[in-house]
């Protein structure tokens, strides 16, 4: 009988529109901490502190954010790509892969080789800050200098907005076009991979059903169970780097074969 990991790559190869969508668990073998595993995120900061209406409400709250973000941002900058954001790389380069939706700020994906136009990010990203007046965006480096310089909540240069992460808070709008063109490959997709999400967090978290009820198989890798593994055509409980790394083995041996492979 197949192993999982042989049919999901034939399924790669067979499928027209291959969605992966991807979560903060992608990340944890680069050294990026998720949310809700124990040792977390969450473990060490209070959620509310991450709330915009927050962040916009006053400037003590502001500094606070900013002191948070600032602590984690060194290890994202840091952070390289593991097998598992490479092999969905690779998969774009053998022309598998119809778009990569994820919910991660890391800038992996975009480390990892995967084409800018290829990449979805739901919640935004880490690696740009933008002025909540007047839209402006700035590169996040630029603006870490001006927190080692002594300035605790940066403002904008050209307005005197105050400037934020590029990243969604909780209580953020999402950005409208990514998450309709989230929606929109979701829904026309033949085949969606769900690599290391906990599938708990909305709107992100709906995609995998409107997948599933629009036709597409599912697969989902993640360490932990997920609401969604009840409906998936295949639920693998495991890590998401060598798992990745053993589909790509199989999906270069079955393109191989089928003298697709080049
Ligand atoms: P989550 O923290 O809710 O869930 C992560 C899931 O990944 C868990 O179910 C866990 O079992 C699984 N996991 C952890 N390590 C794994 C591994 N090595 N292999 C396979 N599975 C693994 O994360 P989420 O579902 O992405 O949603 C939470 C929010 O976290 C998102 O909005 C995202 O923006 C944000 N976030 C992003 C980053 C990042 O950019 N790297 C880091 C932390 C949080």
């Known amino acids: 009988?197949?192993?999982?990991?042989e049919k999901v790559a034939g399924w790669i190869i067979t499928s027209k529109r291959t969605v992966v969508f991807t979560g903060a668990g992608l990340s944890t073998e680069s050294g990026i901490p998720d949310f809700r595993s124990p040792g977390g995120v969450w473990d060490r900061y209070n959620p509310e502190d991450f709330y915009f209406q927050n962040f916009i409400s006053s400037q003590a709250s502001r500094e606070k954010y900013w002191q948070m973000a600032t602590e984690m941002y060194d290890p994202i900058k840091q952070a390289q790509p593991n097998p598992a954001h490479l092999a969905i790389a690779e998969m774009e380069r053998m022309e598998k892969l119809d778009c990569v939706i994820t919910q991660n700020i890391d800038g992996l994906h975009h480390k990892a080789g995967n084409s800018p136009e290829k990449i979805i990010e739901l919640h935004g990203t880490a690696m740009h800050v933008t002025c909540l007046s007047?839209?402006?965006?700035?590169?996040?480096?630029?603006?870490q200098e001006k927190i080692k310089q002594g300035i605790k909540a940066p403002s904008c240069e050209d307005c005197g907005g105050p400037l934020k992460?590029?990243?969604i808070s909780f209580g953020q709008a999402m950005p409208e076009r990514e998450t309709q063109e989230a929606y929109r490959r979701s829904s026309l997709c033949n085949l969606f991979i769900?690599?290391?999400?906990?599938l708990i967090v909305q709107p992100a978290a709906s995609m995998p059903g409107v997948a599933k009820r629009s036709g597409a198989r599912l697969v989902i890798i993640n360490r932990d169970p997920t609401p969604f593994d009840d409906v998936a055509d295949i639920v693998i409980h495991g890590q998401a780097g060598p798992t990745m790394k053993d589909i790509l083995e199989k999906l270069s041996e079955q393109l191989e074969k089928s003298g697709m492979g080049r």
Request: hydrophobic share 25%; with cysteine.
């Open 165 to 167: 992460p590029a990243t």
């Open 194 to 198: 769900v690599i290391g999400s906990s």
């Open 134 to 143: 007047c839209h402006k965006r700035y590169n996040r480096d630029g603006v």
């Open 1 to 5: 009988m197949k192993s999982e990991i």
